[in-house]
């Protein structure tokens, strides 16, 4: 029997410095805890060139040191490697991510906003960057939530 190749899931924002890394880090927190990690190939990215090359947002650093789930990311663009589903945070990334996905060849990704996992319905993932530490909390608790759904239904 042919082993099973990882499914593989990126998680899109407009910077790649906020949302994004958050929802990576829970992920794999996430498919880590379970034992599943070789099940899966994880990233983030950008739909834009705002922050390439930077970190993480210190405050969605610091959201993550509080919780114990570790974050080790540096900002890049969403490339036109086929995935197997690309989990945007708003609108704005996803009309960006399909546009990036009509530009690849019979691509079967199934790209659709995390939020649209959210057992409380929060559909979007609002970007924290000009908020606070509580705004950060807001969006890993949406990332734990959503991730959590999205784990379930994908398995």
């Not at 970190?55 to 974050?71: E, S, W």
């Not at 546009?99 to 996992?117: A, D, F, Q, T």
Request: net charge negative; glycine share 4%; aromatic share 8%.
């Amino acid at each position: 029997m042919a082993a099973q190749l990882p499914k593989s899931v990126p998680f899109v924002c407009l910077g790649n410095v906020c949302r994004s890394p958050i929802a990576e880090a829970v992920f794999k927190k996430l498919v880590t805890d379970q034992n599943i990690s070789d099940n899966w190939r994880i990233d983030s990215a950008t739909t834009s060139t705002y922050e390439t090359g930077n970190p993480p947002d210190y405050r969605g650093q610091n959201c993550m040191k509080k919780h114990d789930i570790p974050m080790n990311h540096g900002a890049q663009q969403l490339t036109k490697e086929d995935f197997d589903y690309i989990l945007c945070t708003d609108e704005s990334n996803l009309r960006d991510s399909n546009r990036k996905g009509s530009e690849v060849k019979n691509c079967k990704v199934k790209i659709e906003l995390l939020g649209s996992y959210d057992p409380q319905k929060q559909l979007i993932i609002e970007d924290p960057y000009y908020g606070n530490d509580s705004d950060f909390e807001t969006v890993s608790q949406q990332c734990v939530r959503c991730s959590k759904a999205f784990l379930e239904k994908s398995q």
